[in-house]
């Protein structure tokens, strides 16, 4: 694993982060929960998500008015297994900690716990959410919608999110297994993120309105807002390549995403106004964790899910591969990379990073000014 770009330490980032979110208005408890949701996607990796997504993702939106920097959850409704929430707007990856905080409690009591978040926003990878759950032993599920972005099977219309499915399993092995994707061939944040690297979307993730592959990373994320361009399903568009399953489950994600919390769904969620100005998101998260105590208990199902993820990737290798991987094996390799360097930064990022420090005029210094 090799790495060009620039290390940022782990803990001047965070400090960083949090600082800066508080300038804005997030209040310190909440800053720092929303600065280690957006790190540990850099742990993992998922550089779509991390500190690339700090300024313009977050901190543009509490300034452009569509994002709240403080957090004001309601339990809407509440049961032994349950809970319904509503985030007012605010930090979506703050309400959703709470979530997963009252669901392992309750499902340690339990064995199983739902709930569901409405009137929310962005939060962050779904992984961690799930991996709150894995990290007690227990079995973690989630899901959220988001602007449209997703054509359903034959057609041309963006009309539902992203709409990740994520599992956290508890292994016997040191990393869980985190199946953590979304249910379109490739997310928006990966096109923000080949946007800001100044690189194209592969042909064939992305369709017009006329049914043409799109490839201008920069005009798809324009062509998305507008609605004049969709993203394939897993599979691909049309059933030729089981398109429809993708779009399937991008369909259950959103379903259960706004009906479970009584919220709103696909075109409600675009963050545009019918006049065309910005407006709150709106959006809908749902979370399930369940103890494997209750079932024939954690150890056993500890040691069946490793020795599930050890056969698979012990099983005849293509010719020409070294490895087969199972889910969260990739994300726990770059954590062992990056865990004594730090997160690494691209030169966006970097822009990023000098233009909030001098707005807010915190006392920084980064090793990547020289």
């Known amino acids: 694993m090799t790495e060009t770009r620039p290390f940022v330490p782990w803990k001047q980032m965070n400090d960083f982060m949090v600082d800066a979110f508080m300038g804005y208005g997030v209040p310190e408890e909440d800053a720092k929960i929303v600065a280690d949701v957006l790190l540990e996607s850099d742990r993992r ?101 988001a602007r449209p972005s997703i054509a359903p099977t034959f057609g041309v219309e963006n009309m539902m999110g992203t709409n990740p499915l994520t599992f956290a399993l508890p292994t016997d092995e040191e990393f869980p297994f985190c199946l953590d994707c979304a249910t379109s061939i490739v997310q928006r944040g990966r096109i923000e993120y080949y946007a800001r690297e100044g690189k194209s979307t592969p042909a064939g993730m992305v369709i017009s309105e006329n049914g043409e592959a799109l490839t201008d990373s920069k005009d798809i994320l324009d062509e998305l807002v507008k609605g004049t361009a969709a993203l394939a399903p897993l599979g691909g568009i049309g059933e030729e390549m089981a398109g429809y399953k993708g779009y399937g489950y991008a369909a259950v994600v959103e379903i259960l995403s706004a009906a479970l919390s009584g919220g709103e769904f696909m075109k409600s969620l675009t963050g545009v106004s019918a006049e065309g100005k910005p407006q709150m998101y709106h959006l809908g998260h749902f979370f399930f964790v369940v103890d494997p105590e209750v079932f024939m208990g954690r150890d056993t199902f500890k040691k069946i899910a490793g020795d599930i993820c050890r056969e698979l990737r012990a099983s005849k290798k293509a010719p020409g591969e070294s490895r087969i991987y199972t889910a969260g094996e990739k994300e726990y390799e770059v954590w062992q990379f990056r865990k004594d360097k730090g997160v690494p930064v691209g030169e966006a990022v970097q822009k990023d990073i000098i233009s909030v420090r001098d707005e807010l005029k915190l006392d920084y210094k980064f090793g990547f000014e020289g």
């Open 45 to 145: 990796g998922i550089e779509s998500h991390g500190c690339n997504r700090f300024k313009p993702i977050y901190i543009d939106r509490i300034v452009k008015g569509t994002l709240l920097p403080k957090t004001e959850i309601e339990i809407v409704k509440e049961t032994p297994t349950s809970v319904v929430m509503d985030a007012h707007d605010g930090m979506g990856m703050v309400a959703s900690h709470k979530m997963m905080e009252m669901l392992v409690k309750k499902a340690k009591e339990y064995g199983m716990a739902g709930g569901a978040i409405r009137n929310s926003t962005h939060y962050g990878i779904a992984g961690y959410w799930a991996t709150m759950a894995s990290k007690e032993g227990l079995i973690g599920a989630t899901g959220t919608n």
